[in-house]
């Protein structure tokens, strides 16, 4: 499994981002999909995921921020970011089970 997410960068806040990922996996459909988050200093943290059968979930604090989706079509997992928070900054990855792709950085700063 490979996985490789884009589309970091550089927002202001209340800005928005739109983040993808794309897998290298048989079968993605069936796979659930997860958006992790590593900020400076802290530990990784869950974000979202979505499920095979594409119910969402969301940690609490982008909850009513942040959208997920996927196109299976394309192998492919979109997490759009809007109302950003300069506590959203950091390198967001997104994982198939227990394997995390390369993350791309997002910094939210004014």
């Known amino acids: 499994v490979q996985l490789q997410a884009s589309g970091g960068g550089l927002a202001q806040p209340g800005g928005s981002l739109r983040l993808s990922c794309v897998a290298s996996?048989?079968?993605?459909?069936?796979?659930?999909i997860g958006w992790f988050r590593q900020a400076p200093g802290k530990e990784r943290e869950w974000v979202s995921c979505?499920?095979?059968?594409?119910?969402?979930y969301y940690a609490d604090s982008v909850k009513g921020r942040f959208i997920i989706s996927r196109d299976n079509a394309r192998n492919m997992t979109f997490l759009q970011m809007n109302s950003l928070k300069p506590e959203d900054t950091g390198v967001y990855y997104c994982a198939v089970g227990n394997t995390y792709g390369q993350g791309t950085l997002v910094t939210v700063s004014s």
């Open positions: 979505i499920s095979s059968s594409d119910s969402t």
């Open positions: 996996v048989s079968n993605f459909d069936y796979h659930a």
